[in-house]
């Protein structure tokens, strides 16, 4: 089924480029259209000049979809392609952040790029049964050749291999460093190793089971990763949920920003050798866990969002120990941020450390905490923007130096912006059911969300089968667009500084393998 697209109420150059297509009118709640080459040759210029910015980049068997973002119109929307012949024109060509999506595209569905400016796997290590596993038909494994890092050549130059087994318990990743005597040259990423064909796995499946698998993603996110899961869903298939659902919802991302910045605060610290930050933060972060499986069952609020709602509610005694928690926080969490501000060991190692260029960031559409520390001020919360977050009164922090110190103090911004959230949402709390029966909608729906997880903008995109099942599925995490700017913030710092910056990042290695 075709439409018009019709945007209300405001212009969009995005929707403009989108209107020459052909709409999918079951595509909620932004416009998706079925463009020509012509359309897609103007939106990757528009890519490359930087009036739009990348969301996502994935594939179907015969077909290549653009996700897409314009700042000066607020206006989101997805562009597809047609590759009958199985190539579509390069978005990496011109615009880099693409680089390692169609590398992907390439490994999971074998559609291919022409002219692509590197032509290496990304995610197939040459270790899958099948080769292009979401692709028209299953193909034979590919033997693949070793592979081919980027070369970094001049006179006392060597090279520190590191990983994929680190110390520690992160996950696998392989940092390949060229470095002349202490200072880093070029730092070259290699993941995948955490593959765990999410995508294939959800085609197919019902909803209740592809909400736990979303939620599985990565698992310091699943309350985002859930709520992104569950909008999309929505989306397809024009249900409304129950008021009290949506700010119960923002009560979990609240809970789970609060924990993982605390985490992150001490883990920085501690690789700068402060341990007694990482000791006290840890406590903190313990007591937001306990919190959370007091009030919610689960101490990481694993499936607590569901389509339709939620999946419990919140007791009425439920709110005393998340009060408590603020006040707790409020009392320790101030002198913690004085010891970090006070110290000047730490102040040492992270001021001027793992700087990322603002219009790096810029290009990359980096969001997330490392985005708003080098001077972007991009929030899901705001823009696009969801309920409550309209109803609800905070501020979205940003700095512009860009280095680990300013990622630090993003973090301790955030954590107060949090407490200030969860203390309005337990004041105003409407009462009401917290579930809703989902809508079937004929046909079958297309949805889209993109929410503010603790580390950034997580986005999901699916369709639905005629029986509700789903047929496709694609979740995006953040951390597509900032580890390549890890590579960048490493270069000119010493090796010892490495573990501090990938720290200040912490990009998931889980979320973005899939």
């Given at each position: ?123 197939d290590h040459g270790r899958w049964p099948v080769a292009h596993p979401l692709g028209s038909t299953r ?376």
């Open positions: 089924m075709t439409a018009k697209i019709e945007p209300a109420g405001k212009t969009s150059a995005l929707w403009d480029v989108l209107k020459t297509g052909r709409t999918i009118v079951q595509h909620h709640p932004w416009p998706r259209a079925v463009v020509n080459p012509e359309a897609w040759y103007d939106l990757i210029q528009a890519l490359a000049g930087g009036s739009l910015t990348l969301l996502g980049l994935w594939g179907e068997a015969d077909t290549v979809h653009l996700a897409l973002y314009e700042e000066a119109s607020s206006a989101l929307g997805v562009a597809s392609l047609s590759c009958l012949d199985g190539r579509f024109p390069s978005v990496a060509r011109r615009h880099a952040p693409a680089q390692r999506l169609e590398r992907t595209l390439v490994d999971l569905v074998g559609l291919q790029a022409t002219d692509p400016p590197d032509l290496r796997p990304w995610l193909q034979p494994p590919r033997t693949l050749p070793p592979y081919a890092f980027l070369p970094a050549e001049g006179e006392s130059l060597h090279q520190i291999p590191v990983g994929p087994v680190h110390a520690g318990i992160i996950e696998p990743g392989h940092f390949r460093f060229t470095a002349n005597g202490e200072a880093v040259v070029r730092l070259e990423e290699r993941l995948g190793y955490v593959h765990k064909g999410v995508e294939a796995l959800l085609a197919g499946a019902p909803l209740e089971r592809a909400a736990r698998l979303v939620g599985r993603v990565s698992g310091d996110s699943t309350v985002a990763y859930g709520l992104a899961f569950a909008r999309a869903v929505e989306a397809a298939t024009a249900t409304a949920i129950p008021e009290r659902a949506q700010w119960l919802r923002a009560l979990m991302a609240e809970l789970e920003r609060l924990a993982n910045h605390c985490g992150d605060i001490g883990a920085i610290c501690n690789d700068a050798a402060f341990a007694l930050m990482l000791a006290h933060c840890g406590v903190l972060r313990e007591q937001v866990l306990r919190a959370s499986a007091a009030c919610f069952g689960h101490r990481l609020m694993m499936d607590g969002i569901v389509p339709g709602g939620v999946a419990a509610d919140l007791a009425a005694e439920g709110e005393k120990p998340l009060r408590e928690l603020v006040a707790e926080f409020r009392r320790q969490f101030p002198p913690l941020v004085e010891l970090y501000d006070n110290t000047a060991s730490l102040q040492d190692r992270t001021v001027k450390t793992g700087f990322v260029r603002p219009a790096l960031i810029k290009q990359f559409g980096c969001g997330g905490v490392i985005g708003r520390a080098g001077g972007r001020p991009f929030d899901a919360r705001r823009q696009p923007g969801y309920p409550p977050y309209d109803q609800l009164e905070f501020e979205v922090p940003v700095l512009t130096d860009s280095d680990v110190n300013a990622r630090v103090w993003l973090r301790v911004r955030e954590v107060e912006q949090s407490l200030a959230l969860i203390e309005q949402i337990l004041n105003r709390l409407p009462a009401g059911p917290v579930r809703a029966k989902l809508n079937r909608p004929e046909p079958a729906g297309e949805g889209m969300a993109l929410v503010e997880g603790f580390r950034g903008d997580v986005l999901v995109w699916l369709r639905l089968n005629a029986d509700g099942t789903i047929a496709r599925c694609h979740p995006r995490d953040p951390s597509w667009f900032q580890w390549p700017l890890l590579e960048a913030a490493i270069e000119n710092n010493i090796v010892a500084d490495f573990p501090l910056c990938n720290k200040s990042f912490n990009c998931s290695y889980s979320g973005h393998d899939l």
